[in-house]
């Protein structure tokens, strides 16, 4: 007996269902200070042994915990040098932040305005974790003391005289997640 043309059918039943409205925001990385627009620490007519404190608040406006350095740039355009003559010292946890009350806490930098490789001040502004960079978690800041001070008795000489120079200070910022 021969079965040619015999066929078969297979039938599945099937169904499906969406899942809708999945959504992603990206977070925010947003790093200001209290002082963008005016500077932290300024002195006119700076005698030997005369210093200026200020405190600085860093602060995290983003949704994500972020890290930061400063970097500092100083002008020496009459060439007298004082940007290498000046002393900058910067501390955090520091209980007053005054002249008087620039003791104690943790000393994150000293040195001439614009000193260390690149211009480094605090941190690395290099992508990724650097040594001396500050961790700054989501809506939360940091204060710091800055300090500049013109060195007294002979370490600050005649050719200082008139002297004049401006720094820049930037803070940059990136996430730590992932990073």
Known sequence: MSMTGLGMSLAIFTDSTPVTNNQFTAGTVSITTDHTASAVVTFANMAPGD?????????????????????????????????????LTIKSG??????????????????????????????????????????????ANDTLCWNVKLPGGLATGNAFQGATTTATFTFAAEQTANN
């Open 51 to 87: 210093q200026v404190t200020n405190p600085l608040v860093v602060t995290n406006n983003g949704s994500l915990a972020l890290r930061y350095a400063v970097t500092a740039t100083a002008t020496n355009a009459d060439l007298k040098g004082l940007k290498d003559q000046l002393v």
């Open 94 to 139: 520091v209980a007053t932040c005054t002249n008087a009350g620039f003791v104690g806490g943790t000393t994150l930098y000293t040195g001439d305005l614009d000193s260390g490789v690149g211009g480094l001040v605090i941190g690395d502004p290099t992508t990724g974790a650097d040594a001396g960079d500050r961790a700054l978690a989501a809506s």
